[in-house]
């Protein structure tokens, strides 16, 4: 893999490795020498092979395998590497002797020569095997990575009722190739390069050549080489790192374990990022409403699914409006509310030593509780755990006056309308509490502050120089055809404008005519 230099004005076009190497040298030609250094670079690790090898039928040229055990196929290497090379009945003489090991006597298809001792060791550490013979100034590095990894199977949180089962694993090559499979074209572009100083962890960014917008893409080079760090283990770590907006509770780059998902994030526009190690795929450009959209919206008819995002976005409100609400309502204004209704709810009230602020504060974080060690638990007792505690917890509240029963209706819809979107549930936790604490001290004037202010600054939110919120700024139908609603697949026709240079998605032929949609 070859070297990128941060000052190289390139614009990433080339493979690249932010890693931070430790310039050691490259190999001096010298095979003992050589063997020597390498064991001391690999001192006090028993995990490391050194196999030492006497080349041709009369064993008169030394060599040495160096590879991880665990990490490589030991059939590969004993049948395609040695065997080979101990039947060797002709040790060529040549100045390129390399080559002919290369073409003619080892018998495996990705194999390199190298010389440049900190690319070794990113390489073994990462299942390939370094042959080093006497004689030879260049190591030959071979492709024999055997990993452990579990099967291709669905997302467990991202599971749909009609669509592809298929979900990421941990191996970027697999991933890649799902991926690949779904998107047959040249125009797919995949840019390998690596990150953290001790992990060297191997990042795929990819894209459409043809639709992914240049300067999108450039920015996303530009932030990649400023990133330094010891380690990257998941994605969220180059999400962190790269993101617009840092101290925004609201995500500027979205996320999936689906290659389906991917793959139709690429056709609009997006980039992918791919992180070793993980099966979470960074995607960006982020609209806002992503939030509210589902996998299965495009499997399913555009009626319903245009239904179910509605509800989705009024969850969205209902979550994070709901409690303040009703502390506004309860605790200000009394009068908004029919007298029969007011009477009931103060009659329930009469016996509770608390204020509706204070037991809505205790009964929202018993609920976050719940719901955190549902999360943390085994899968069926965690559920069973969160509806029966929550189940005993309200009865038992009620029972013994310390909260009224609409407080816990209250609770039971802001936590049943929080599930509807997922995406947001860091957003939502913390914008429950502004507005209930604005509602507290100042009512109704306190929750159309909190709204405002959260409107605000959801208008003020980008992703990589595009506004979260720009498909609302111009009402045409293929501007909202996939918001709100979403549109039949024959009314498309254009991809999100503000992400991609080439917006035309197919023909128009819906009733045979030609339309305009500037």
């Not at 913390?430 to 109704?444: E, H, T, V």
Request: aromatic share 10%; net charge neutral.
């Amino acid at each position: 893999m070859g070297r990128f230099n941060k000052s190289n004005k390139n614009n990433g076009q080339e493979n690249m490795d932010f890693s931070s190497p430790e310039n050691l040298g490259t190999l001096s030609g010298n095979y003992e020498e050589d063997i020597k250094w390498l064991k001391e670079i690999f001192k006090d690790d028993d995990s490391i092979v050194f196999r030492r090898l006497n080349i041709g039928v009369d064993g008169s040229i030394n060599a040495s395998l160096i590879f991880f055990d665990g990490l490589v196929d030991s059939a590969i290497i004993d049948n395609n590497i040695i065997k080979p090379l101990t039947e060797l009945e002709q040790i060529p003489k040549e100045k390129s002797a390399e080559d002919i090991f290369l073409s003619k006597v080892v018998q495996i298809d990705s194999v390199k020569k190298v010389k440049d001792l900190d690319e070794i060791i990113q390489e073994i550490t990462y299942g390939d095997t370094l042959l080093v013979i006497d004689g030879i100034g260049e190591g030959l590095l071979f492709s024999t990575k055997n990993f452990e990894s579990r099967s291709i199977s669905e997302p467990e949180g991202e599971k749909i009722l009609s669509g592809p089962r298929e979900g990421f694993t941990e191996v970027i090559i697999t991933n890649l190739s799902l991926v690949r499979r779904k998107l047959r074209t040249n125009k797919l572009k995949m840019k390998y390069f690596k990150l953290g100083k001790e992990t060297n962890t191997q990042i795929c960014v990819a894209y459409l050549d043809n639709i992914a917008a240049p300067k999108t893409l450039k920015e996303l080079y530009r932030r990649l080489g400023q990133i330094d760090i010891d380690g990257i283990l998941d994605a969220n770590y180059i999400n962190e790192l790269i993101r617009d907006n840092p101290w925004s509770p609201f995500r500027s780059i979205g996320y999936t374990e689906r290659p389906d998902v991917v793959s139709a994030k690429l056709l609009e526009g997006r980039i992918a990022i791919f992180v070793d190690g993980t099966p979470v795929v960074l995607a960006l450009p982020y609209l806002f409403i992503e939030n509210f959209q589902s996998n299965e919206d495009y499997y399913l008819s555009f009626y319903y699914t245009s239904f179910s995002r509605i509800l989705r976005i009024l969850g969205f409100f209902l979550t994070t409006l709901v409690p303040a609400i009703y502390i506004a309502v309860t605790a200000f204004h009394q009068e908004m509310l029919p007298a029969p209704l007011l009477i009931s709810v103060a009659i329930e009230r009469q016996k509770v030593p608390l204020p509706a602020a204070v037991e809505a504060f205790i009964m929202l974080i018993v609920f976050e509780i719940l719901k955190e060690t549902a999360l943390r638990m085994q899968t069926n007792v965690g559920q069973a755990l969160s509806i029966v505690g929550a189940l005993v917890l309200g009865q038992a509240a009620v029972e013994a006056n310390l909260v009224a029963a609409p407080m816990i209706i209250v609770i039971a819809i802001t936590g049943i309308t929080s599930i509807l979107v997922p995406r947001m549930n860091a957003p939502i936790f913390l914008i429950r509490f502004i507005m209930l604490i604005l509602a507290s001290f100042l009512g109704f004037f306190g929750v159309t502050i909190g709204f405002a202010l959260m409107l605000t600054h959801i208008l003020s939110l980008k992703s990589f120089g595009n506004w979260q919120l720009a498909s609302a700024s111009k009402l045409n139908y293929q501007t909202i055809k996939d918001t709100i609603i979403r549109g039949p697949w024959y009314r498309m026709i254009l991809r999100p404008r503000q992400l991609t240079g080439n917006a035309v998605r197919q023909k128009n032929t819906w009733r045979g005519h030609d339309e305009t949609y500037d």
